[in-house]
T-cell receptor, first 118, second 110 residues
Framework: GAVVSQHPSWVICKSGTSVKIECRSL??????MFWYRQFPKQSLMLMAT?????????EQGVEKDKFLINHASLTLSTLTVTSAHPEDSSFYIC??????????????FGDGTRLSIL | SQQGEEDPQALSIQEGENATMNCSYK?????LQWYRQNSGRGLVHLIL?????REKHSGRLRVTLDTSKKSSSLLITASRAADTASYFC??????????FGQGTRLTINP
């Protein structure tokens, strides 16, 4: 079946480093992808909607310059956490609508990236 | 964004028992979906119920939706240890995105 691949699964780096996370749709095209952030024992908070060929749509309170999103192809979206600091440490998850559908349709999720900033 | 409320926040039952989780939301919806998340992993879609549906089944899962009360429930029958996970409801508000509830952490004791 359709799968979303997210890489890397775990990152530990020093404060001030920029970290790039990739989200790929396998076997299907995704014109839209979503990026979430999840703190321990909490729900998913939508950060932004990644749109292929155009600018991402950020949720209120999410810094665009901090969390750079690029959706350069129909199967790849990237999230770059720029100049990461300890407060950016979290679990980041991407998703894509099944069969390239709309945001309200079932989502395929990546396995998440655990980011730890020292 | 408005997130749904789920209860209970945590549920621990014995294997073989039924588990019921509830979800309430605040706005009108297109559909409501339930997802499962194993610890440290991404979410897996379980079932979708449309706003004009009242009940839906999938294997050991039964979902109900009451739009007048803005609430939904997920029932897992004959629970198994492998059902241990967090379960989230998500509401589709318009065509753009899903809004997730706070989740229920389910533990099935062997």
């Amino acid at each position: 079946g359709a799968v979303v691949s997210q890489h890397p699964s775990w990152v530990i780096c020093k404060s001030g480093t920029s970290v790039k996370i990739e989200c790929r749709s396998l076997d299907f095209q995704a014109t839209t992808m979503f990026w979430y952030r999840q703190f321990p024992k909490q729900s998913l908070m939508l950060m932004a909607t990644s749109n292929e060929g155009s600018k991402a749509t950020y949720e209120q309170g999410v810094e665009k310059d901090k969390f750079l999103i690029n959706h350069a192809s129909l199967t790849l979206s990237t999230l770059t956490v720029t100049s990461a600091h300890p407060e950016d440490s979290s679990f980041y998850i991407c998703s894509a609508p099944a069969q390239g559908g709309q945001g309200y349709q079932p989502q395929h999720f990546g396995d998440g990236t655990r980011l730890s900033i020292l | 964004s408005q997130q749904g409320e789920e209860d209970p926040q945590a549920l621990s039952i014995q294997e073989g028992e039924n588990a019921t989780m509830n979800c309430s939301y605040k706005t009108s919806i297109n559909n409501l979906q339930w997802y499962r998340q194993n610890s440290g992993r991404g979410l897996v879609h379980l079932i979708l119920i449309r706003s004009n549906e009242r009940e839906k089944h999938s294997g050991r899962l039964r979902v109900t939706l009451d739009t007048s009360k803005k609430s939904s429930s997920l029932l897992i029958t004959a629970s198994r240890a492998a059902d241990t996970a967090s379960y989230f409801c998500a509401t589709a508000q318009g065509a753009q995105k899903l809004v997730f509830g706070q989740g229920t952490r389910l533990t099935i004791n062997p």
